[in-house]
């Protein structure tokens, strides 16, 4: 596609439900993030993927949080037993390739704006 | 841990006026620095950046200047546009790339 793609655009649920983000990346781009911007933390980094793998992982704000990719490309962001304070845009990017000595621009899909209640 | 600290908003200015937004930094290293901007509606995109010390970013009028010694990247335009109107964001280069960002600072610019 011509750009990052994320779905659903919004998406309310009840606390204690689980919920499922995907993100699909711009083709050829092997490198994906997460990132969530919420009104208390700001834009916070959760995951990293290179291909199918995720080397990084630290940004994960709970065990409740999980995410996997297939085939190089799509990526699903998960979380169980939603919170209040789960509540927030979660934002999916990706890039050229990895980290390294030189950046390659990250490009940025809309968001799902995800509400508990 | 590395640490990105950018002035509170809203800023809110005349149009033709001069911009500043400062940034400053914490990290291990000499990491890459971006300015990122909002418009209202849309995506988060790269405004500019920089990847070493003394390198200047610049685009759409925009400018930073990754300064070592104090550790900053202040985000600078000389006239400001109504369209100008954004939130925009400083962020470092982590590990793996990994975006390290600023609280984010609204600018608002009334004709």
């Known amino acids: 596609g011509a750009g990052v793609s994320q779905s659903p655009s919004n998406k309310v649920t009840e606390k204690g439900k689980d919920v499922e983000l995907r993100c699909d990346p711009i083709?050829?781009?092997?490198?994906l993030y997460w990132y969530r911007q919420s009104l208390g933390q700001g834009l916070e980094f959760l995951i990293y993927?290179?291909?199918?793998?995720?080397?990084?992982k630290s940004g994960l704000p709970s065990d409740r949080f999980s995410a996997e990719r297939t085939g190089g490309s799509v990526s699903t962001l998960t979380i169980q037993r939603t919170q209040q304070e789960d509540s927030a845009v979660y934002l999916c990017?990706?890039?050229?390739?990895?980290?390294?000595?030189?950046?390659?621009?990250?490009?940025f899909g809309p968001g799902t704006r995800l509400t508990v209640l | 841990g590395d640490s990105v600290t950018q002035m509170e908003g809203p800023v809110t200015l005349s149009e033709e006026a001069f911009l500043t937004i400062n940034c400053t930094y914490t990290?291990?290293?000499?990491?890459?620095l971006f300015w990122y901007v909002q418009y209202p509606g849309e995506g988060l995109q790269l405004l500019l950046k920089?990847?070493?010390?003394?390198d200047k970013g610049s685009n759409k009028g925009f400018e930073a200047t990754y300064r070592k010694e104090t550790t900053s990247f202040h985000l600078e335009k000389g006239s400001v546009q109504v369209s100008d109107s954004a939130v925009y964001f400083c962020?470092?280069?982590?590990?793996?790339?990994?975006?390290?960002f600023g609280a984010g600072t609204r600018l608002a610019v009334h004709p």
């Open positions: 083709s050829g781009h092997t490198a």
């Open positions: 920089a990847t070493k010390a003394d």
């Open positions: 962020a470092s280069g982590g590990g793996y790339n990994k975006l390290i």
């Open positions: 993927f290179q291909g199918n793998s995720a080397p990084d």
């Open positions: 990017a990706s890039s050229l390739r990895p980290g390294g000595a030189f950046y390659n621009e990250q490009f």
């Open positions: 990290a291990t290293g000499y990491p890459s």
